[in-house]
């Protein structure tokens, strides 16, 4: 049974950091590209950030040169260290595994106030 297990976030005033964790079990995770994705109240699920299982990684443009996307595979965990927050980055950040898709955990909640 695949199983993401997402912590970290919380309330945070905007200029801040946040650094998230995901573990996750019943996945062969050392083979998967691993994500970070968000979903911001009233919008769409978005992809975040992505690395592979070589380490190169992937962020979308709202995101890049604030987070840093890194994974430990030995404690098959992935995470997102996140710098200068803005409000808009508000949302449920989920992690997600690429060999399999439908899986997904109960995210965490990460609020930036301005």
């Known amino acids: 049974q695949v199983q993401l297990v997402e912590s970290g976030g919380g309330l945070v005033q905007a200029g801040g950091s946040l650094r998230l964790s995901c573990i996750a079990s019943?996945?062969?995770?050392?083979?998967?590209?691993m994500g970070w994705y968000r979903q911001a109240p009233g919008k769409q699920r978005e992809l975040v950030a992505t690395i592979t299982s070589s380490g190169r990684s992937v962020y979308s443009d709202s995101v890049k040169g604030r987070f840093t996307i890194s994974r430990d595979n030995a404690k098959k965990t992935v995470y997102l260290q996140m710098n200068s927050l803005k409000p808009e980055d508000t949302a449920v950040y989920y992690c997600?595994?690429?060999?399999?898709?439908?899986?997904w955990g109960q995210g965490t909640q990460v609020t930036v106030s301005t």
């Open positions: 997600h595994a690429h060999f399999h898709p439908n899986a």
């Open positions: 019943g996945i062969i995770f050392s083979i998967n590209t």
